[in-house]
Each structure stands twice: as structure tokens, then as C-alpha cells.
């Protein structure tokens, strides 16, 4: 069964980069999103892509099968739930993404 | 510029009382729709996805139906709700397919 695979919490301290990690088993997979969602609101999109880039805070690293996402200079208020998702990189009009698990992050002052 | 609505925002419903749930997006033409839902301490479940009125995909057996009666409009139903369809429930489009989805504000459903 195809599957993205993410740790379920990760901890770090205020001011420190944290690299939360993703591989899939998704056949055919190409492409990697990550969302940020904070329970109770809409799931909100950082960084996407087939290879590194990097939005503000939000770096994303690209390897074929697995992505990071680090935070740079985490705050408290980044504690939040992070979405691995993944994408054909071609599509037939069926389901997009894959979701993972989702990443808690654990911010301590 | 696109928007996606979805209400209501909170709803409380007893075992065994049925369901409707709406999803409309405005500012796109043909997307494709989805419904997913956040269990409490679990992550974001695909329940339904369309590609097109009418066309309608199931991920996961239950008691939930899902209809697309208009090009912009989702529906996710359910005859009878049970104590497990408890949850935050989540609308999101894409256009085309394959790109990135946008999420609606969500509903939270809580059965009792």
C-alpha cells in the first residue's frame, strides 16, 4: 500500500533549526508538499516541490524517495501539527496527495 | 482569487441522526474536490474525492457518503452518524489535479 512515513513528534528549543523527516513508498511519486496546521484551522501550505527550495523559515530538501522540512529559528509559536504529503508527477484526474501521519512539533522556551 | 467555504463551522449530533455537510469554492472552474478527516490525535484521513459532477471516489469503506450535485459543490452525508465519525472534517481543492490543495476553515463534527 502506498504510504508516507513521518516521525510523530519532534522537539526543539526556541532558536534552533529542526528538521522534521519524510520518505514514501507512493509509486511514482515525484513531487513533496508540506503543509502546517494548527488543529481546528485549514491546513496551510509552506513549501512544495521536485527539489530544494526554501520559503522564508521554511527550507525543503528533495531527494527521490524522502524530504526535510527545517524550520530556521524556531518559535513557540511554531508548535503545530507538519504535513508530509506527495504527488504523482503526472496525473490521470485521480487523488493528488498522499498524506502522512503528521509531525508534532514540540517547541521549549 | 479562489475561496473554498464549508459549513457549518461546529456542529453537535446524536448517534444515529444524519449528516450533511457543504463545501462550495468560488473563483475556479472543474477542480477537483476532496474530503479528509482529522480524528482526534490522528492525522488527515481521505475519505472522498471528485474530479468532476457527479464522478465520485471512495478511500475508505463507512458510513459516509459524499455527492457532487454542482461543478462547485461538495457534499459529505451520512444517514446515520455513530460516535466514531466524531472529527474535524476538512473540503480542499485543487486545480489542476496533481497540484497543490487548498483547505477550507473545516468542520468540527462531534457526535454524542
Known amino acids: 500500500k502506498d504510504q508516507v512515513f513521518q516521525p510523530s513528534t519532534v522537539a526543539s528549543s526556541e532558536g534552533a533549526v529542526v528538521e522534521i523527516f519524510c520518505n514514501h513508498s507512493?509509486?511514482?511519486?515525484?513531487?513533496f508538499f508540506w503543509y502546517l496546521h494548527f488543529p481546528g484551522c485549514a491546513p496551510r501550505l509552506l513549501v512544495k516541490?521536485?527539489?530544494?527550495?526554501q520559503q522564508g523559515r521554511y527550507n525543503m530538501t528533495y531527494e527521490r524517495f524522502s524530504s526535510s522540512l527545517l524550520i530556521l529559528q524556531v518559535r513557540e509559536a511554531d508548535a503545530a501539527v507538519y504535513y508530509c504529503?506527495?504527488?504523482?508527477?503526472?496525473?490521470?484526474?485521480?487523488?493528488?496527495?498522499?498524506f502522512g501521519s503528521g509531525t508534532r512539533l514540540q517547541v521549549q522556551p | 482569487s479562489q475561496t473554498i467555504h464549508q459549513w457549518p463551522a461546529t456542529l453537535v449530533q446524536p448517534v444515529g441522526s444524519p449528516l450533511s455537510l457543504e463545501c462550495t469554492v468560488e473563483?475556479?472552474?472543474?477542480?477537483?474536490l476532496y474530503w479528509y478527516r482529522q480524528a482526534a490525535g490522528r492525522g488527515l484521513q481521505l475519505l472522498f474525492y471528485?474530479?468532476?459532477?457527479?464522478?465520485i471516489s471512495s478511500e475508505v469503506p463507512q458510513n459516509l457518503s459524499a455527492s457532487r450535485p454542482q461543478d462547485r459543490q461538495f457534499i459529505l452525508s451520512s444517514k446515520k452518524l455513530l460516535l466514531s465519525d466524531s472529527g474535524f472534517y476538512l473540503c480542499?481543492?485543487?486545480?489542476?489535479?496533481?497540484?497543490?490543495?487548498?483547505f477550507g476553515p473545516g468542520t468540527r463534527l462531534t457526535v454524542l
Open positions: 480542499a481543492w485543487s486545480d489542476p489535479p496533481g497540484h497543490t490543495q487548498y
Open positions: 507512493v509509486s511514482n511519486a515525484y513531487n
Open positions: 516541490g521536485s527539489k530544494p527550495s
Open positions: 504529503a506527495v504527488t504523482l508527477c503526472w496525473t490521470t484526474g485521480r487523488r493528488a496527495l498522499t
Open positions: 473563483g475556479t472552474s472543474n477542480p477537483n
Open positions: 471528485s474530479v468532476g459532477i457527479g464522478q
